[in-house]
């Protein structure tokens, strides 16, 4: 995400993996000492019991004022210009021209959901809700 790519890559799944287990991360030269700490995980965390604290603490992390942010008084470094509810200019052509394919719904597993877990949502399939 620092870069604006992903540090492996494949043109499947099975080639991305190998990737990942074949071959190092390279960092280019303009990421800072600490991004790159950050990115590999400092040497002390053990991954299940890393916590926030972990993460805050960070040197990469040290001019974020945490309760500022937490507060909403940071503005944000980006706001993107946005002119209506659909509007999709900030994501790439390349994205946005694709042809959509959508899944089918199995109808019969859809009947079988339990549709009490979405009661409160705004909208409900008239078609799969079922009234008791």
Known sequence: MLVGQPPFDGEDEEELFAAIKDHNVSYPKCISKEAKELCKGPSGWDARRR???????????????????????????????????????NFDKQFTSEKTDLTPTDKLFMMNLDQTEFSGFSYLNPEYVQHV
């Open 51 to 89: 916590g926030e604290a972990d993460i805050r603490d960070h040197p990469f992390f040290r001019r974020i004022d945490w309760e500022k942010i937490e507060t909403r008084e940071v503005q944000p470094p980006f706001k993107p210009r946005i002119k209506h509810r659909k509007d999709v200019n």
